[in-house]
C-alpha cells in the first residue's frame, strides 16, 4: 500500500481522485493549497503526490521542487488544464514524473499511478541495494531544493559513461560540477582536462585538441601531445562548448563517435579513452536551428544535461555560502572568524546577484579584506554598488508610500528620475540611518562598545544618533 497526497482547490477532482487511489488499495490524503499540501508533504510519509498547477496560494510548478525535497522524496504528478500540451511541457520540463490531464478516465489515471509506483519501488530498491554512497561536491555549497536537484543528477551522471552538458548562466559553477561529475565516477583517479573553447586560437584549435608532430606547420619544432590524448582515461571538459569553430565540430564529431584522431601532420591516428563533459551560457539548442552549432553533435553531448539555477533562484543558499566564504578568507587572509548584522545578510539576499556564485565570492572576499580587524560585518561593509541596488529596489516595490522623513527619494513623475545628487543623498542617509541602528544593536546599546567598533568619537555618535533620531533603549 502507497500513500498518495492530492493538491488541488476543487472538492470534486480531490474526491475522485481520492476514490480511484483508494480503489488501488492506496492510502490518501488531500490538501486545498500549496501550503497544506507543503505541510503534509513535511510530515507524512508520501509516495506519489497528485499536484495541480493553478491553486489559490500559487503555481504548483514553482513548488514542485520544494515538493520533491520533502523527507521521503515523492513522486510527483503534475494535473494540467483540459488539452494544455504548453502546460504538459512544462510539467515535463520541471521535473515531474508524469502529468495528467483533468478530465481524462479513471482507467488512464489507474495506469499511470500504477507505473509511476513501479517505477519507485525499483528505484528505491536499487538505491538500498547499493547503500548510502556520500557524494564529493567540493567547494558547492547550500542545501536548497533546487541545488540539490542538480547534484541529484550529478549522482547519475557520475555513475554511467554518458556525455554530460551543463547548462547555465556565467558564474553559476558550470566547472565545479563538471569537476563533480569526475570526481564520483569511475574516473576520478585519472586527469580531469579542461578546454576553454572560447579562447582557443581559430588557427590552432586542431593542434591545441589533437597535438602535432615535428614540422606540420611553421613553428611546430617539436611534436606536441593534444588535449584528447592528454585525457585518455580520464575526462575531457569542454568549457563554454558554444564557441567551438563549425569547422571543429565536425571533426570533433567523429572523434566522439570513434575515440579516435589524427594530430596535425601525422600519418596515424591514435585512441583516446575519454569521458566528455560540456558546458555552455548559451542557448545551443537556438544556435543548431540557426546553423551556428552542429545539431548532430549536440546530440552526442547531451546523453545528460544539468540545468544550474542561477543564485537568485538559489537564495535559501546564501546565508551558508556567506558564512563558508566568510571563513575560508578570514583563513586565507590570518583574520579571525567575523560575525554578521542580520542587515548584512539581508541585503546579500535581497541583492540579483547577475554574476551569480562568482560575483558573490568575490563580494565576500574583498568584504572580509576590507573590514580587516573588525569583528562584525555590517552591511555598510558590503560593496557601494550593491547596497545602492539594493536601497533602489526596495524604494521601488515598496506596497505603501513611506512616511515623509523616511523617503528614500524625491516624487518622481513617471517617465523621469531624480538628480544625482538628491539620489546620491538619499541613499547616503538611509544606509548611514541603517549602520547606526545595527551599530547600536550589535553593541547593546553600549556607547563605549559603539564607540570602539565603528571608530567615532562620543561626541560625534551621539550627534548622529540625534540627527537621525535614534534613541537608546532604556
Known sequence: MAKILIIDDEETVCESMALIGRRSGHETSCARTLAAGLELANTGAFDLVFLDV????????????????????PDIIIMTGYGDPQGAELAINSGAWDYIEKGCSA????????????YRKQKLTLAGAKGVVALKRENIVGNSASLNACLDQVACAAGSEAGVLIMGETGTGKE?????????????????????????PETLVESILFGHDKGAFTGAE????????????????????????????????????????????????????????AATNRDLNAMAQAGDFRSDLLFRLSSVVINLPPLRERRDDIKELARYYMDKFC???????????????????????????REFINTIERTVISAREEPVLFAQHLPTAIRAQVAQSGVGHRG????????????????????????????????EKQYLADLMSVARNDIPAACRLSGLSQSRLYALLKTHELHRSP
Open 54 to 73: 493553478k491553486l489559490p496560494d500559487g503555481n504548483g510548478l514553482e513548488f514542485l521542487p520544494r515538493l520533491t525535497q520533502a523527507p521521503s522524496r
Open 107 to 118: 482507467k488512464d489515471i489507474t495506469l499511470t499511478l500504477a507505473r509511476a509506483l513501479e
Open 176 to 200: 565545479l560540477f563538471a569537476r563533480a561529475v569526475h570526481q564520483n565516477s569511475k574516473r576520478a583517479d585519472k586527469q580531469f582536462v579542461v578546454v576553454d573553447c572560447a579562447s582557443l
Open 222 to 277: 617539436r611534436a606536441r601531445e593534444g588535449l584528447v590524448a592528454e585525457a585518455n582515461g580520464g575526462t575531457l571538459f569542454l568549457d563554454e562548448v558554444g564557441e567551438l569553430p563549425l569547422a571543429t565540430q565536425k571533426a570533433f564529431l567523429r572523434v566522439l563517435q570513434e575515440r579516435r584522431f589524427r594530430p596535425v601532420g601525422s600519418p596515424r591516428e591514435i585512441e583516446s579513452d575519454f569521458r566528455l563533459v
Open 331 to 357: 583563513e586565507r587572509n590570518g583574520l579571525s572568524p567575523k560575525g554578521s548584522c542580520p542587515e548584512f545578510m539581508a541585503t546579500l539576499m535581497a541583492y540579483s546577484w547577475p554574476g551569480n556564485i
Open 400 to 431: 505603501a508610500p513611506p512616511a515623509a522623513e523616511e523617503q528614500s527619494a524625491p516624487p518622481a513623475v513617471e517617465g523621469e528620475l531624480p538628480r544625482l545628487n538628491d539620489f546620491r543623498e538619499t541613499i547616503y542617509a538611509k544606509a
